[in-house]
T-cell receptor, first 110, second 112 residues
Framework: KQEVTQIPAALSVPEGENLVLNCSFT??????LQWFRQDPGKGLTSLLL?????REQTSGRLNASLDKSSGRSTLYIAASQPGDSATYLC?????????FGKGNQVVVIP | NAGVTQTPKFQVLKTGQSMTLQCAQD?????MSWYRQDPGMGLRLIHY???????DQGEVPNGYNVSRSTTEDFPLRLLSAAPSQTSVYFC???????????FGSGTRLTVV
């Protein structure tokens, strides 16, 4: 069974700092890995999708890396803003199942 | 495109009642799935379908039924609701195995 762990569970950073969110998984036989954002009481918004053959993916201030052999992914958010405050979820896609971590709860302090 | 549409958004049930959570997608996705999200537990897979007429169990299937008669729709049925089924339910879909998932906005269910 795929186990996904996200560290840290919660963090607060001052506005302007770079955010680094970590995700680890136990089974490297994956199709891809997807990072989502979830605001309180809302649904999941897809941020980045990294295929198993890729090393990284970028969108604006967001960059996600993937090291499949070591079972790790990192989401970088550059120059954080208060609007980045949310929970970030890492999800690993394999064998018709999406396995989620419990999330990184982020607060960006103005 | 509407994407993945879930109805209702909120529901309160009494223990023992039945209901169906609706999920529809207009992207012609073959794969659809249901997740529940509980505090401290993360999102867990209930049931999934790889195409019309094909369904399979996920991690927490007990107490839930599904069917897939069309590509567009994947309803989740609670036959006899229990307080342990109080949760937020999300439906998701994707096209092919290596595609990303699109999620609906969720149904918040309370069983009293």
């Amino acid at each position: 069974k795929q186990e996904v762990t996200q560290i840290p569970a919660a963090l607060s950073v001052p506005e302007g700092e770079n955010l680094v969110l970590n995700c680890s998984f136990t089974d490297s036989a994956i199709y891809n890995l997807q990072w989502f954002r979830q605001d309180p009481g809302k649904g999941l918004t897809s941020l980045l999708l990294i295929q198993s053959s890729q090393r990284e993916q970028t969108s604006g201030r967001l960059n996600a890396s993937l090291d499949k052999s070591s079972g790790r992914s990192t989401l970088y958010i550059a120059a954080s803003q208060p609007g980045d405050s949310a929970t970030y979820l890492c999800a690993v896609n394999g064998n018709n199942r999406l396995a989620f971590g419990k999330g990184n709860q982020v607060v960006v302090i103005p | 495109n509407a994407g993945v549409t879930q109805t209702p958004k909120f529901q309160v049930l009494k223990t023992g009642q039945s209901m169906t959570l609706q999920c529809a997608q207009d992207m012609n996705h073959e794969y659809m799935s249901w997740y529940r999200q509980d505090p401290g537990m993360g999102l867990r897979l209930i049931h999934y379908s790889v195409g019309a007429g094909i369904t399979d169990q996920g991690e927490v299937p007990n107490g839930y039924n599904v069917s897939r008669s069309t590509t567009e729709d994947f309803p989740l049925r609670l036959l006899s609701a229990a307080p342990s089924q109080t949760s937020v339910y999300f439906c998701a879909s994707r096209q092919q195995g290596a595609d990303g998932y699109t999620f609906g906005s969720g149904t918040r269910l309370t069983v009293v």
